[in-house]
């Protein structure tokens, strides 16, 4: 088995659809998300589906693109679409081909449940990542 950096350095020849930033950012990404579980959504349990269990908690693709999307907007912000699409992401579908070429070079894992179609058309890139604002009057106004 290749070491995890000639996996990837191989992966990267092969498939050129991506930069290196994108599968960074993917893993940031699922960071994020174990760290910001409540603006996520509630998680599945680790891999022996015991609550108490240490093991990490197993996100579905839509909550990793929803952590991408939150991610993208906290480290980017106006411009967390344009990063994106400078790094070949134009839809949440590539987020899965990111996943799943992560997967085949052992460098993440899936449950038997998980489907690369789980990340298909999760949201719109057109209008994803623009900064939500909300205005708060005061009283005195």
Known sequence: MPSP?????????????????????????L???HENLEQIGPLGFGPSDDPSSDAPRHLTGQQL????????????????KMVLENWG??????????VYNLIRIE?????ESDRREDFDDVYDFENAFQPKFELALSDED
Not at 107 to 111: D, I, L, V
């Open 89 to 98: 992401l134009r839809r949440t579908g590539d987020f899965g081909e990111l």
């Open 31 to 33: 960071q994020y998300a």
């Open 107 to 111: 460098q993440m894992r899936k449950s």
């Open 5 to 29: 950096v000639k996996a990837m350095q191989d992966l990267l020849r092969d498939d050129t659809r991506y930069k290196l930033e994108a599968y960074q950012f993917i893993r940031e990404a």
């Open 65 to 80: 693109c929803e952590a991408c999307r939150l991610y993208a907007i906290d480290q980017f912000g106006y411009l967390a």
